[in-house]
T-cell receptor, first 115, second 114 residues
Framework: AQSVSQHNHHVILSEAASLELGCNYSYGGTVNLFWYVQYPGQHLQLLLKYFSGDPLVKGIKGFEAEFIKSKFSFNLRKPSVQWSDTAEYFCAVNVVTGGGNKLTFGTGTQLKVEL | EPEVTQTPSHQVTQMGQEVILRCVPISNHLYFYWYRQILGQKVEFLVSFYNNEISEKSEIFDDQFSVERPDGSNFTLKIRSTKLEDSAMYFC????????????FGPGTRLTVL
């Protein structure tokens, strides 16, 4: 069964700092990869997704992620964070073949951006 | 913009009671899901539903759980006899199609079992 690891559980940054959140998955086949964000008091919403093609994907609000197949990684980046980026970030994987549609989530990373 | 909605936002129940969590998926979506998140743990898949039947379920989704789409709009999760360990945030999600499509999540129902 696939699993997803997010190594940073809590991250605190100052505004304008750069962000990189790690995500690794454990399945060797074809996967779709997602980053979801949950702002305080709100529901999970999609930041970005990778299905195929260019391994560098751009999402909403200036976020991007790079799929590195050889490292089984899909790290999330943002060059300059804002206070409004304070939220919890979840990496998720969906196995394309024989895995159904279910998403397997990482444990989440709580990001706090200080002014 | 269409959204997935869930009711209630918070449900408190006694151990052994039945609860029904309700979801209204986005109207043109065909795939429906329930996930849960126990406090401090990861979001876990429970069940997926397509074409009026369960298409996949996890080990968590035992005989105490059932899902139903009683009409054209609602999608419900029933827990027959709640246990303390069922306390969690339950998320409903819906999607247009297969694994290549995004799943849209509702705001969640916080279930507290006393």
């Amino acid at each position: 069964a696939q699993s997803v690891s997010q190594h940073n559980h809590h991250v605190i940054l100052s505004e304008a700092a750069s962000l990189e959140l790690g995500c690794n998955y454990s399945y060797g086949g074809t996967v779709n990869l997602f980053w979801y964000v949950q702002y305080p008091g709100q529901h999970l919403q999609l930041l970005l997704k990778y299905f195929s093609g260019d391994p560098l994907v751009k999402g909403i609000k200036g976020f991007e992620a790079e799929f590195i197949k050889s490292k089984f990684s899909f790290n999330l980046r943002k060059p300059s964070v804002q206070w409004s980026d304070t939220a919890e970030y979840f990496c998720a994987v969906n196995v394309v073949t024989g895995g159904g549609n279910k998403l397997t989530f990482g444990t989440g990373t709580q990001l706090k951006v200080e002014l | 913009e269409p959204e997935v909605t869930q009711t209630p936002s918070h449900q408190v129940t006694q151990m052994g009671q039945e609860v029904i969590l309700r979801c209204v998926p986005i109207s043109n979506h065909l795939y429906f899901y329930w996930y849960r998140q126990i406090l401090g743990q990861k979001v876990e898949f429970l069940v997926s539903f397509y074409n009026n039947e369960i298409s996949e379920k996890s080990e968590i989704f035992d005989d105490q759980f059932s899902v139903e789409r009683p009409d054209g709009s609602n999608f419900t999760l029933k827990i027959r006899s709640t246990k303390l360990e069922d306390s969690a945030m339950y998320f409903c999600a819906s999607g247009v199609g297969s694994s290549y499509n995004e799943q849209f999540f509702g705001p969640g129902t916080r279930l507290t079992v006393l």
